[in-house]
């Protein structure tokens, strides 16, 4: 009757079904560690480029210090020729003739006669180092 179970009587029983189970080996493949000659290269190879790259960031660092500083004292160099600049407009002006006899006159000072002008003659012809070496000697001897 199994057969019938199936929906069709022409099928042939099948008589004890067998499972065949083909079994299969894999290989499996082990990765061994690494050995510690190779493990130490690896970590000394990271922590030269470390180094490196710490160096490298460092100077930059320097050189960026560097150029603020720069920047500062150009700065610093503009604003002092204009400040200089304009200090030498005041000097201009001050020392102008026209406002030195202002000045004098505001406080009682007249342009000199030629009489009030007296002229001495130098005694001594030599030049002004020989005569004051001539004089230290004169007053180094009692």
């Known amino acids: ?8 009587l022409a099928v042939e029983q099948k008589s004890g079904q067998k499972v065949s189970i083909k079994e299969t080996k ?20 990271v922590l030269v480029c470390v180094a490196v790259a710490s160096l490298i960031i460092w100077r ?3 050189i960026y210090e ?6 500062k004292l150009e700065t610093d160099i503009q604003m002092l020729q204009a400040e ?11 020392s102008s003739p026209d406002r030195l006899r202002e000045e004098a006159k505001k406080w009682g000072m007249a342009p000199s006669e030629e009489k009030q002008i ?3 003659a130098r005694p001594n012809t030599e030049s002004p180092s020989n ?9 180094d001897t009692p």
């Open 60 to 62: 930059y660092a320097q």
């Open 1 to 8: 009757m199994p057969a019938y179970i199936h929906g069709n």
């Open 131 to 139: 005569a004051t070496a001539a004089n230290q000697k004169k007053t």
């Open 26 to 45: 894999k290989i499996v493949y082990r990765s061994k560690s690494l050995p510690v000659q190779e493990k130490l290269l690896y970590l000394f190879t």
């Open 66 to 71: 560097m150029n603020t500083r720069i920047m």
């Open 118 to 120: 007296s002229k001495v």
């Open 84 to 94: 200089n600049s304009v200090l030498k407009r005041s000097v201009d002006k001050l």
